[in-house]
């Protein structure tokens, strides 16, 4: 593959990937609001307090660390040379099951939060992930 299609691959994956996220939140926006345990209320003081630039940071940080998840899983499907949609599939759920779903549950343990939060932010990263992993499987080498 090219430079230009292999930053096609990782732009790709990770916009789609980032879409994903916001569907996903916007739909159990509810629930990961009690995980949290705020209320709605809560949350639309707290971004009123905010400026324009930290309302904006939090979908910037996720985009930036969703096209770095993405270059690392093109690095890992390059090496081990696993280009298809099922091998991405399969790479993206083993960085999930190793360095995702662990971390995520281990830190809100240690932060006290409720389990539900870890269910709902580990999925969501576990659909990231996979997507992530099928369009880089899918764009091949």
């Not at 995980?35 to 905010?50: I, R, S």
Request: charged share 10%.
């Amino acid at each position: 593959m090219s430079h230009a299609g292999i930053i096609l691959a990782i732009f790709t994956a990770a916009v789609a990937a980032w879409l994903f996220g916001g569907i996903y939140y916007t739909s159990l926006s509810g629930p990961w609001l009690r995980a949290q345990g705020k209320t709605l209320e809560q949350c639309k003081a707290e971004q009123a307090a905010k400026s324009g630039i930290a309302k904006a940071a939090p979908f910037i940080l996720v985009f930036v660390g969703e096209l770095i998840m993405a270059w690392a899983i093109y690095g890992i499907t390059l090496h081990m040379n696993m280009f298809n949609v099922r091998d991405g599939i399969l790479i993206g759920a083993g960085c999930w099951l190793g360095f995702v779903l662990t971390t995520i549950t281990a830190n809100n343990a240690f932060a006290g939060r409720k389990p539900m939060l870890s269910v709902i932010d580990s999925i969501a990263w576990l659909g990231a992930l996979l997507i992530i992993g099928a369009i880089i499987g899918w764009f091949g080498a």
